[in-house]
């Protein structure tokens, strides 16, 4: 039996007439007689004392009513159902992105929602709505009535639904009301329960160390107010942190901990969609920019500002062979551009990555123009012949096909004829393999 503690809770303090009306109307609504909801679980005569307040149903008779009238247990015990609760949902969408846009505007209609909500206080939907009236409520300048929601939540504990969100408002909150002992002993034991889930470096703790901080200055002790600033280490990678959420959402599954893990999973997954959110944009600039330098007459400038941008969205988001070849194509632009040397910086930063052989011979391949620009000569030849190196044994690639072609004729003005007619035949050897492997792909999706 899958029912989140709420739930439970609600379905043994709420309101017995309350409980008996909704399950009458539930019943009314699915076209159902009393003996027909009531068997062979429980007797008409049962169901009708419940349905008349007199008696309260044990959970699990009242699972099998919300099964039976095609709800929720969560519909059937708070009245939201079907259209209303869509309704719903999209007014606390609604109220949450005008809390991060415009936060005094929200508070109205979160109180709309709440008075929609009456009846059902515990709610994990009342729960939610909850929260973000408290953020409210201080984003509109009313500090008391915020601490004063917020500690209603906190009191449940951290295995309570929004604790930890909670908690780092509260602590923030303790601070900007000159409450500095309090909230030392709210983030402190926000953070223990952070550093127990191995999350050091997340939003969380990032939050709860800036508050704690301030706390320690209100109070004149700068030397903890810097301590409680090194405690979470520098920010992580965004695919990293996403999946250290992740881990400890599992780990608090495991320990039955069920509303810790679904804070952790619910960040896990935003870090995820940020993620993905800003990988997309970075492929849609990089994707802009290669074009402008592949155009007949390249448009270098705007090449270079949409390179750039790639560069800056793919870091610390995508993945390290993405961003090395983003920024290859990136230093190609600032070669163009007249800056050799920013451009051999920019190949740098990537010396170290494991890269593809085709990427790593498109980089010696710059490096060895920019060298032989510069009139490094010996130094040229070095990186043309890794670059070679790298290739031997790629086979079916159009675009290592396309790099023998470039080096045969690099090494034909070059004047090594041997290299020269090696990287010709293995390109055309290449080109036939990608042309036979296109064909078979063809052939096998037809």
């Given at each position: 039996m899958d029912v989140s503690t709420e739930l439970a809770a609600l379905s043994r303090t709420i309101d017995a007439g309350v409980l008996g009306q909704r399950i009458k109307t539930a019943r009314i609504a699915a076209g159902l007689t009393q003996s027909e909801l009531a068997s062979p679980e429980a007797s008409a005569a049962y169901l009708s004392r419940i349905e008349s307040g007199d008696r309260r149903p044990e959970l699990k008779l009242l699972l099998v009513f919300a099964a039976k009238v095609?709800?929720?247990?969560?519909?059937?015990?708070?009245?939201?159902?079907?259209?209303?609760?869509?309704?719903?949902?999209?007014?606390?969408?609604?109220?949450?992105?005008?809390?991060?846009?415009?936060?005094?505007?929200?508070?109205?209609?979160?109180?709309?929602?709440?008075?929609?909500?009456?009846?059902?206080?515990?709610?994990?939907?009342?729960?939610e709505v909850a929260l973000l009236t408290a953020l409210a409520a201080r984003a509109a300048g009313d500090l008391d009535d915020a601490i004063i929601r917020l500690e209603d939540l906190v009191e449940a504990g951290p295995t309570a639904r929004h604790w930890l969100?909670?908690?780092?408002?509260?602590?923030?909150?303790?601070?900007?009301?000159?409450?500095?002992?309090?909230?030392?002993r709210l983030g402190e034991q926000a953070?223990?329960?952070?550093?127990?889930?191995?999350?050091?470096?997340?939003?969380?703790?990032?939050?709860?160390?800036?508050?704690?901080?301030?706390?320690?200055?209100?109070?004149?002790?700068?030397?903890?107010?810097?301590?409680?600033?090194?405690?979470?280490?520098?920010?992580?990678?965004?695919?990293?942190?996403?999946?250290?959420?992740?881990?400890?959402?599992?780990?608090?599954l495991e320990n039955a901990n069920v509303h810790l893990a679904r804070t952790f999973a619910a960040t896990a997954r935003r870090i995820g969609d940020d993620v993905a959110r800003r990988v997309r944009a970075?492929?849609?600039?990089?994707?802009?920019?290669?074009?402008?330098?592949?155009?007949?007459?390249?448009?270098?400038?705007?090449?270079?500002?949409?390179?750039?941008?790639?560069?800056?969205?793919?870091?610390?988001?995508?993945?390290?062979?993405?961003?090395?070849?983003?920024?290859?194509?990136?230093?190609?632009?600032?070669?163009?551009?007249?800056?050799?040397?920013?451009?051999?910086?920019?190949?740098?930063?990537?010396?170290?990555?494991?890269?593809?052989?085709?990427?790593?011979?498109?980089?010696?391949?710059?490096?060895?123009?920019?060298?032989?620009?510069?009139?490094?000569?010996?130094?040229?030849?070095?990186?043309?012949a890794r670059a070679a190196d790298a290739l031997r044994g790629v086979a079916g690639d159009r675009s290592a096909a396309q790099l023998w072609f470039e080096l045969g004729s690099i090494f034909d003005e070059l004047g090594d004829a041997d290299a020269s007619r090696d990287a010709y035949r293995r390109a055309a050897a290449a080109t036939g393999l990608a042309a036979t492997g296109a064909a078979a792909h063809r052939r096998a999706t037809t």
């Amino acid at each position: 039996m899958d029912v989140s503690t709420e739930l439970a809770a609600l379905s043994r303090t709420i309101d017995a007439g309350v409980l008996g009306q909704r399950i009458k109307t539930a019943r009314i609504a699915a076209g159902l007689t009393q003996s027909e909801l009531a068997s062979p679980e429980a007797s008409a005569a049962y169901l009708s004392r419940i349905e008349s307040g007199d008696r309260r149903p044990e959970l699990k008779l009242l699972l099998v009513f919300a099964a039976k009238v095609g709800m929720t247990l969560e519909q059937l015990l708070t009245g939201v159902t079907g259209d209303r609760q869509a309704e719903l949902r999209t007014r606390i969408d609604r109220a949450a992105w005008a809390l991060e846009h415009d936060g005094p505007a929200a508070l109205a209609e979160l109180r709309d929602i709440t008075a929609a909500l009456d009846g059902s206080p515990e709610s994990d939907t009342s729960t939610e709505v909850a929260l973000l009236t408290a953020l409210a409520a201080r984003a509109a300048g009313d500090l008391d009535d915020a601490i004063i929601r917020l500690e209603d939540l906190v009191e449940a504990g951290p295995t309570a639904r929004h604790w930890l969100d909670a908690a780092v408002a509260l602590t923030s909150a303790y601070v900007a009301g000159g409450d500095a002992g309090r909230a030392v002993r709210l983030g402190e034991q926000a953070l223990a329960t952070l550093d127990a889930a191995g999350i050091a470096g997340g939003d969380h703790a990032l939050a709860l160390a800036t508050a704690l901080s301030a706390a320690h200055v209100a109070q004149g002790d700068t030397d903890r107010a810097l301590q409680a600033l090194g405690r979470v280490p520098s920010a992580a990678a965004a695919p990293d942190l996403a999946a250290a959420y992740h881990r400890a959402s599992s780990a608090e599954l495991e320990n039955a901990n069920v509303h810790l893990a679904r804070t952790f999973a619910a960040t896990a997954r935003r870090i995820g969609d940020d993620v993905a959110r800003r990988v997309r944009a970075a492929r849609h600039q990089a994707a802009r920019g290669e074009l402008l330098l592949a155009a007949d007459e390249p448009d270098v400038a705007n090449a270079r500002a949409a390179l750039e941008r790639a560069v800056d969205m793919l870091s610390g988001h995508g993945s390290a062979a993405e961003l090395a070849a983003v920024r290859t194509a990136l230093a190609r632009a600032v070669f163009l551009d007249g800056e050799p040397d920013a451009a051999v910086a920019i190949l740098g930063a990537d010396a170290d990555a494991d890269l593809s052989p085709v990427l790593a011979a498109t980089r010696d391949l710059l490096l060895g123009q920019i060298q032989r620009r510069a009139r490094k000569a010996k130094a040229a030849h070095e990186s043309f012949a890794r670059a070679a190196d790298a290739l031997r044994g790629v086979a079916g690639d159009r675009s290592a096909a396309q790099l023998w072609f470039e080096l045969g004729s690099i090494f034909d003005e070059l004047g090594d004829a041997d290299a020269s007619r090696d990287a010709y035949r293995r390109a055309a050897a290449a080109t036939g393999l990608a042309a036979t492997g296109a064909a078979a792909h063809r052939r096998a999706t037809t």
